[in-house]
């Protein structure tokens, strides 16, 4: 999707989950980042990711698009420049009207194909949500968080296909934590394949029932690498020696003729 923020080829453009997560680590250890960054990869992977599919190069998203309680959202001259830039805009006007706690921000966007979205936020708004006696920027730039705010609502009405469900920075914010928090799923539990395989080892009987356990790691090798998860090189060479030993002990035990190596 071209847009007005990705007006030039960009130099990093990760183009597997390996390559995002090199740039990721690399990114969150440097001074250059934002402070919401540093230190924290996984965060820079989820803007990387909502950035590459609203067109974003990495270091655009980056700077423009902030992960707050697990959720990424976009700040508010972002989300503008993405919509104006998508060439499905026709028109976005943004006033404010009224007086007292009907003073409001009004925002009408409008598409080429002649859908139009208003949205008002005023100075009640502000009140029955807990934010106009909220310290920090709703303290010192009032009509400017009530301007984000019908922004946001009148972008995403109008534009969802353009803001892939991304909600403006100013917005989620505000939220309270427990109303967008996301909490991951657990991780999968570590799997020990060296104390799995030696304890299997020593319920073997004879060389034959070595060589079947070979082939069962064979097939946990490929199926690990299948879900994305490889075994380590370091686990691979422990197990496969622990294998070559139990079927070493066995021809030894046996009288038989060497086994041959088990393969690499």
């Known amino acids: 999707m071209a847009n007005a923020l990705t007006s030039a080829s960009p130099v990093l453009q990760p183009s597997s989950f390996n390559e995002l997560l090199h740039f990721s680590k690399m990114a969150a250890a440097s001074d250059l980042m934002p402070k919401d960054y540093r230190g924290k990869p996984e965060n820079?992977?989820?803007?990387?990711?909502?950035?590459?599919?609203?067109?974003?190069?990495?270091?655009?998203?980056?700077?423009?698009?902030?992960?707050?309680n697990?959720?990424?959202?976009?700040?508010?001259?972002?989300?503008?420049?993405?919509?104006?830039?998508?060439?499905?805009?026709?028109?976005?006007?943004?006033?404010?009207?009224?007086?007292?706690?009907?003073?409001?921000?009004?925002?009408?966007?409008?598409r080429k194909d002649g859908d139009e979205a208003r949205a008002e936020f005023s100075i009640d708004d502000a009140k029955r949500a807990g934010l106009w006696s909220k310290q920090g920027?709703?303290?010192?730039?009032?009509?400017?968080?009530?301007?984000?705010?019908?922004?946001?609502?009148?972008?995403?009405?109008?534009?969802?296909?353009?803001?892939?469900?991304?909600?403006?920075?100013e917005e989620a914010a505000d939220m309270?934590?427990?109303?967008?928090?996301?909490?991951?799923?657990?991780?999968?539990?570590?799997?020990n394949h060296r104390e799995i395989f030696k304890e299997r080892?020593?319920?073997?009987?004879?060389?034959?029932?070595?060589?079947?356990?070979?082939?069962?790691?064979?097939?946990?090798?490929?199926?690990?690498?299948?879900?994305?998860?490889?075994?380590?090189?370091d686990v691979q060479s422990d197990v496969q020696d622990m294998i070559a030993a139990k079927r070493e002990e066995f021809a030894q035990s046996h009288s038989e003729s060497p086994v041959d190596e088990v393969p690499a």
């Open 70 to 110: 697990g959720r990424p959202s976009i700040w508010g001259d972002a989300m503008l420049a993405l919509v104006r830039g998508s060439g499905l805009c026709a028109n976005i006007k943004e006033t404010f009207e009224g007086n007292d706690d009907n003073f409001r921000a009004v925002c009408i966007a409008k």
């Open 176 to 191: 309270p934590r427990e109303a967008i928090d996301i909490t991951p799923p657990p991780l999968p539990a570590v799997i």
């Open 201 to 233: 080892l020593e319920s073997c009987s004879d060389a034959t029932s070595v060589d079947t356990l070979w082939r069962t790691w064979q097939t946990t090798l490929s199926r690990a690498e299948e879900a994305g998860r490889p075994i380590p090189s």
């Open 44 to 68: 820079i992977m989820i803007a990387v990711q909502m950035g590459s599919e609203l067109g974003l190069a990495p270091m655009q998203a980056i700077q423009n698009i902030a992960v707050i």
């Open 137 to 169: 920027p709703w303290q010192q730039y009032p009509r400017r968080m009530l301007q984000m705010r019908a922004r946001g609502f009148a972008l995403r009405d109008a534009f969802p296909d353009v803001l892939r469900g991304l909600i403006s920075h």
